[in-house]
């Protein structure tokens, strides 16, 4: 009895967690869908969290029966809102008839659940059917996290993903624990759920989430390090203590000795433990200087957009991997529009064109910005997904997952396309940093390939401005030799 006030202590620190989040969000202004969905999470995670509290046998049995009764019910409506929250976070279309279907069985085990309230043996085993439910709803959630991330084909949208599936384990733990028998755990849970809460609003209130494998990768480097760094102290300490009776001097000495000549070692030896450590976790890294200085002594050359996009493309491919790419080359038309005609250099590349309206938000952000538009950030993006839907679809039907600007003399001029990287990794900054200069080095020549291209197309409406008057002449003067042997 004397553990349950610190045990109760944890669990209401936890819930001001849940009170603290709950207010992060309710006072937003302009809430999205998955805010409001976290909002509704959170403040029935408070309902779940004040009931799990009151079980602890410091209250009366009078709150402790109908609280342990009610928190099965507060698990399933968690169990079910978070299962809305996925298909909204992850745009899935079961959201309505999740909703529906998870509602009515929600309300039909509460409705259960407060008839029975008095009764002290339920004629129907409520408890376990409301567990088997949970159970249910929990296993058909996780197969559809699998199945998103195993199906997502760009990288940000599989961190995305994954980033949802770790959120899920300690909110679906948490709840997991107030359906224990041992009353312990309860309290626990709320403070394991917290963790879980917390990156369920760091997920809906920011597009924008942490690279996860890239952050698995540091933890994992960090610890390598702080092993190897463990094993070398412990060989001076160990070596100490085996060489004070084998040698002239004293402990404190040979320690001293042993110290300065680990530390010798120890700054060679942790660089060279540095670049194995990030060779085995990051891969062979990339010289971008020679790749860059190589490619801009063969682009000057290139006069013919084909044979452009395939070198800036192919280019890319044997640093990064991507197996798709393109360039959309942008011209003007007879209006407003600007007109993107997508020129595959790797991979099949839808060769459909786009206009742009003026006013379009997608336009706009690469116009205005000289920084790397994502697919991601186009479905994101809340202003972004303002845009006309069918220049999304446009977008979403090349597949690609980074568009680079490329300008000349400060105009834009096209976009560089490229797929997923080869890893299967999110491009992180190294990488954009050398797409970025590669797009800048291929501003010139994109627009003498344009021009050529251009003045080609002239050529070829001369010619047949010249053919079609030659076949006039000869038409006129055979109607002009018909008429002078007519009246001959």
Not at 72 to 91: D, G, K, Y
Not at 109 to 114: C, D, E, R, S, W
Not at 256 to 280: E, H, S
Not at 343 to 359: A, D, N
Request: charged share 15%; net charge neutral; aromatic share 8%.
């Amino acid at each position: 009895m004397e553990i349950w006030p610190y045990v109760t202590s944890i669990g209401i620190v936890a819930g001001l967690g849940h009170l603290a989040l709950f207010l992060l969000i309710l006072f937003r202004r302009n809430k999205t869908m998955g805010e409001k969905l976290a909002l509704l999470y959170l403040g029935l995670g408070l309902l779940w969290g004040t009931a799990v509290i009151l079980t602890a046998p410091i209250f009366i049995p009078a709150v402790t029966e109908p609280a342990s009764r009610l928190v099965p019910v507060f698990v399933t409506a968690l169990a079910v809102t978070q299962f809305v929250l996925t298909c909204s976070f992850l745009e899935i279309s079961w959201l309505s008839t999740v909703a529906a279907t998870g509602g009515t069985w929600t309300v039909i085990m509460l409705m259960a659940t407060l008839y029975f309230l008095g009764v002290p043996s339920p004629p129907i085993p409520l408890s376990q059917v409301i567990q088997g439910g949970w159970a249910v709803i929990t296993a058909i959630l996780t197969g559809l996290l699998t199945i998103t991330l195993s199906r997502s084909r760009l990288a940000l949208h599989r961190n995305r993903a994954l980033y949802w599936l770790l959120t899920t384990i300690p909110l679906t733990a948490g709840q997991a624990f107030s359906l224990l028998p041992s009353g312990l755990l309860w309290e626990l849970g709320i403070l394991l759920h917290l963790v879980g809460a917390v990156t369920l609003v760091r997920g809906t209130t920011s597009y924008w989430l942490p690279d996860i494998k890239a952050k698995l990768r540091s933890l994992l480097r960090l610890f390598l390090l702080f092993a190897i760094t463990v094993i070398l102290l412990l060989i001076v300490v160990l070596g100490a203590e085996q060489l004070t009776d084998q040698l002239p001097l004293s402990h404190t000495s040979l320690v001293i000795l042993l110290a300065v000549v680990a530390a010798l070692i120890y700054l060679p030896l942790y660089q060279w433990l540095q670049r194995l450590v990030n060779r085995l976790l990051w891969g062979v890294e990339f010289d971008p200087a020679q790749i860059l200085r190589e490619y801009s002594q063969t682009i000057g050359t290139i006069l013919n957009l084909d044979q452009l996009a395939h070198k800036v493309v192919h280019t890319v491919a044997e640093v990064l991997g991507v197996q798709r790419g393109a360039l959309l080359v942008m011209t003007d038309t007879d209006t407003e529009k600007l007109r993107l005609q997508p020129i595959s250099g790797l991979g099949r590349v839808s060769q459909v064109p786009v206009e742009l309206e003026p006013t379009s938000p997608i336009l706009a952000r690469i116009l205005e910005q000289n920084t790397p538009l994502f697919q991601y950030e186009v479905e994101q993006h809340p202003g972004l997904q303002k845009a006309a839907q069918w220049e999304q679809d446009w977008l979403r039907e090349l597949e690609m997952e980074i568009y680079l600007p490329i300008r000349s003399q400060g105009d834009l001029t096209g976009l560089l396309a490229l797929g997923p990287q080869g890893t299967g990794e999110p491009y992180g900054p190294r990488a954009v940093e050398f797409l970025s200069t590669l797009a800048q080095q291929t501003g010139v020549a994109l627009q003498n390939a344009r021009l050529f291209e251009s003045l080609l197309d002239r050529n070829a409406r001369i010619t047949e401005l010249n053919e079609s008057l030659r076949t006039a002449y000869e038409r006129l003067e055979r109607l002009d030799r018909g008429k002078s042997d007519f009246l001959t």
